[in-house]
């Protein structure tokens, strides 16, 4: 069973090469981080999570900076997003950076996907929260777009690319793994790009269901990652390895280095009680 962590990484935690080391010298196959560029201050969306919004949601480092800082200093530690708001992203920049990741990691980089949930977020990008589902295809296929052609073009109703070269492309072929956030809303897309489904704290009863109603729907072994997975506790994690699922990504709250460590080495207790 594979295992990763994904955190929010902020001004105020642990920073992202000392955390990719601790992963990698521990054996975790895997860090995901997440994408916020910024949260309006009027906080129409609600907190999915409910209460407050925690800071940490606008304290965030751009996720490929970070994992391009943790690339430099790893070897074999798989580096994802967790997931990117490639919405309101502008699709040849990211694809261009992506690449870039791709190849400065020598092929290590898992590019998660999202929608977003924050409607004055996108607003702010110019973006109506309302086009994001059609948005995010014509993204994704400019971008696929980019990596594997010689001379790439796309034009639908809101993304335009002229003939175009575009390098470097990534190390992965024919790009790198795909992943969609989301629930069952998402099965469609991912079946239509090949992706993967990046699963959102779903145990391990509820994993081995929500996999098989992907498959079905997919007609694939469609490769899945279940994140923000809590809590890690013998218990908690067993069914799992039977669950479908590639790998699970344990919770890692933003914490000091020291900290950060223990909580690491608390996760591998687990992990090594379970023979994983």
């Given at each position: 069973m594979k295992f990763g962590v994904t955190t929010f990484l902020t001004d105020q935690g642990i920073g992202p090469a000392a955390l990719a080391r601790a992963l990698e010298d521990r054996g975790f196959d895997s860090l995901f981080v997440t994408e916020h560029t910024h949260v309006p201050a009027s906080r129409r969306?609600?907190?999915?999570?409910?209460?407050?919004?925690?800071?940490?949601?606008?304290?965030?480092?751009?996720?490929?900076?970070?994992?391009t800082a943790a690339a430099t200093v790893t070897s074999t530690l798989a580096l994802g997003t967790g997931v990117a708001l490639v919405v309101q992203r502008d699709p040849i920049i990211t694809a261009k950076e992506a690449a870039t990741l791709d190849l400065l990691s020598g092929g290590r980089f898992l590019f998660g996907m999202g929608i977003g949930w924050n409607r004055e977020e996108m607003e702010s990008h110019g973006i109506d929260p309302r086009s994001r589902g059609k948005r995010i295809d014509e993204v994704v296929e400019t971008m696929q777009a980019l990596w594997t052609r010689e001379i790439a073009e796309y034009r639908g109703d809101f993304v335009t690319l002229e003939p175009s070269m575009a390098w470097p492309k990534p190390v992965q072929r024919p790009h790198m793994p795909l992943y969609f956030g989301g629930g069952p809303a998402s099965f469609a897309r991912i079946a239509r790009f090949g992706a993967g489904w990046y699963a959102i704290s779903a145990s391990g009863a509820d994993a081995t269901a929500a996999i098989a109603e992907l498959r079905e729907a997919t007609g694939t072994d469609t490769r899945v990652t279940v994140a923000h997975v809590g809590p890690i506790t013998e218990d908690a994690l067993q069914s799992y390895p039977s669950s479908g699922a590639e790998r699970v990504v344990f919770d890692l709250e933003t914490l000091s280095p020291d900290d950060t460590f223990s909580q690491l080495d608390s996760y591998l207790s687990v992990t090594e009680s379970l023979g994983w």
């Amino acid at each position: 069973m594979k295992f990763g962590v994904t955190t929010f990484l902020t001004d105020q935690g642990i920073g992202p090469a000392a955390l990719a080391r601790a992963l990698e010298d521990r054996g975790f196959d895997s860090l995901f981080v997440t994408e916020h560029t910024h949260v309006p201050a009027s906080r129409r969306s609600p907190y999915p999570g409910g209460g407050e919004l925690p800071e940490k949601y606008y304290r965030l480092l751009d996720p490929f900076l970070a994992l391009t800082a943790a690339a430099t200093v790893t070897s074999t530690l798989a580096l994802g997003t967790g997931v990117a708001l490639v919405v309101q992203r502008d699709p040849i920049i990211t694809a261009k950076e992506a690449a870039t990741l791709d190849l400065l990691s020598g092929g290590r980089f898992l590019f998660g996907m999202g929608i977003g949930w924050n409607r004055e977020e996108m607003e702010s990008h110019g973006i109506d929260p309302r086009s994001r589902g059609k948005r995010i295809d014509e993204v994704v296929e400019t971008m696929q777009a980019l990596w594997t052609r010689e001379i790439a073009e796309y034009r639908g109703d809101f993304v335009t690319l002229e003939p175009s070269m575009a390098w470097p492309k990534p190390v992965q072929r024919p790009h790198m793994p795909l992943y969609f956030g989301g629930g069952p809303a998402s099965f469609a897309r991912i079946a239509r790009f090949g992706a993967g489904w990046y699963a959102i704290s779903a145990s391990g009863a509820d994993a081995t269901a929500a996999i098989a109603e992907l498959r079905e729907a997919t007609g694939t072994d469609t490769r899945v990652t279940v994140a923000h997975v809590g809590p890690i506790t013998e218990d908690a994690l067993q069914s799992y390895p039977s669950s479908g699922a590639e790998r699970v990504v344990f919770d890692l709250e933003t914490l000091s280095p020291d900290d950060t460590f223990s909580q690491l080495d608390s996760y591998l207790s687990v992990t090594e009680s379970l023979g994983w």
